[in-house]
């Protein structure tokens, strides 16, 4: 069953077409990855999907219900959570203040703050940052302040997760340790993931079924083996 529908959608800046005719569908349960070169319309993808960007043409629908017209935190609200390319955490809050921000204002809407702290620290648990919730999230490596991305969406108590580049910059090492994280969250929460990534072997290990934009257009969709083989991706990415 599809989680997530997205039919013909565009978007077009001024005389830029930064996507054209975008139609796939995530089941519900599965990964599905998101790959193409800078500049190919993912991350514009990501905004539409989440409400932060209007399209210009097509529908999303999102467990069964249709997006179109409706806020970010509405979204939100619906069980539809996204992580973001730069990291910006609340540099000044805790890691687990970060986290229960999330959990007041998501799809649990946690009002009450013993509530939000056991979301929060539920959430910080499951991608291994409970042992620093009391540290200063301003003060974490770049891999910790990727993994408590995750955690506020997780926070918010997403249904889907949209993913974007949760794994650029990070060592060889800390992409397997994430790799394992978005597994085993899989599993254990049973979650469906959107995920964005140019770290290519782990795209490749990770999704079920991996769509290819480039320049905004749709050249290549199916389970990882057959995508890298298609002759389009192969023309784009190796010439």
Same mark, same amino acid.
Request: aromatic share 4%; glycine share 10%; charged share 20%.
């Given at each position: 069953?599809a989680?997530?529908?997205?039919?013909?959608?565009?978007?077009?800046?001024?005389?830029?077409?930064?996507?054209?005719?975008? !139609?796939?569908?995530?089941d519900?349960?599965?990964?599905?990855?998101?790959?193409?070169?800078?500049?190919?319309?993912?991350?514009?993808?990501?905004?539409?999907?989440?409400?932060?960007?209007?399209?210009?043409?097509?529908?999303?629908?999102?467990?069964? $219900?249709?997006?179109?017209?409706?806020?970010?935190?509405?979204?939100?609200?619906?069980?539809?959570? $996204?992580?973001?390319?730069?990291?910006?955490?609340? +540099?000044n809050? !805790?890691?687990?203040?970060? =986290?229960?921000?999330?959990a007041?204002?998501?799809?649990?809407? +946690?009002?009450?703050?013993?509530?939000?702290?056991? +979301?929060?620290? $539920?959430?910080?648990?499951?991608?291994?940052?409970?042992?620093?919730?009391?540290?200063?999230?301003?003060?974490?490596?770049? !891999?910790?302040?990727?993994?408590?991305?995750?955690?506020?969406?997780?926070?918010?108590?997403?249904? &889907?997760l949209l993913?974007?580049?949760?794994? +650029?910059?990070?060592?060889?090492?800390?992409?397997?340790?994430?790799?394992?994280?978005?597994?085993?969250?899989r599993?254990?929460?049973?979650?469906?993931? &959107?995920?964005?990534?140019?770290?290519?072997?782990?795209?490749?290990? &990770?999704s079920?079924?991996? &769509?290819?934009?480039?320049?905004g257009?749709?050249?290549?969709?199916?389970?990882?083996?057959? =995508?890298?083989?298609?002759?389009? =991706?192969?023309? =784009?990415y190796?010439?």
């Amino acid at each position: 069953m599809a989680m997530l529908r997205v039919d013909n959608v565009s978007k077009q800046f001024g005389g830029l077409k930064a996507l054209q005719d975008v !139609s796939f569908s995530v089941d519900e349960g599965t990964i599905f990855g998101l790959m193409g070169a800078n500049g190919a319309g993912k991350t514009t993808l990501f905004g539409v999907i989440a409400g932060q960007i209007r399209p210009n043409g097509g529908t999303i629908t999102f467990d069964g $219900r249709p997006l179109a017209g409706q806020r970010p935190d509405q979204i939100c609200r619906m069980g539809l959570g $996204r992580t973001f390319q730069i990291v910006r955490p609340f +540099a000044n809050l !805790s890691v687990l203040e970060n =986290v229960i921000v999330s959990a007041m204002y998501g799809a649990v809407r +946690a009002h009450r703050l013993e509530a939000a702290n056991q +979301a929060g620290r $539920r959430a910080l648990d499951e991608v291994g940052l409970g042992h620093l919730a009391d540290q200063a999230a301003g003060s974490l490596t770049l !891999s910790n302040q990727k993994r408590l991305e995750i955690a506020r969406a997780l926070a918010t108590g997403a249904k &889907l997760l949209l993913l974007d580049e949760v794994m +650029a910059g990070l060592t060889a090492t800390e992409v397997a340790q994430m790799s394992e994280t978005l597994f085993r969250l899989r599993q254990e929460r049973k979650l469906t993931i &959107l995920i964005i990534e140019h770290v290519m072997g782990a795209l490749m290990n &990770l999704s079920d079924r991996i &769509l290819v934009l480039d320049h905004g257009v749709p050249i290549a969709m199916g389970p990882p083996e057959q =995508v890298v083989a298609d002759e389009n =991706v192969i023309r =784009v990415y190796f010439g």
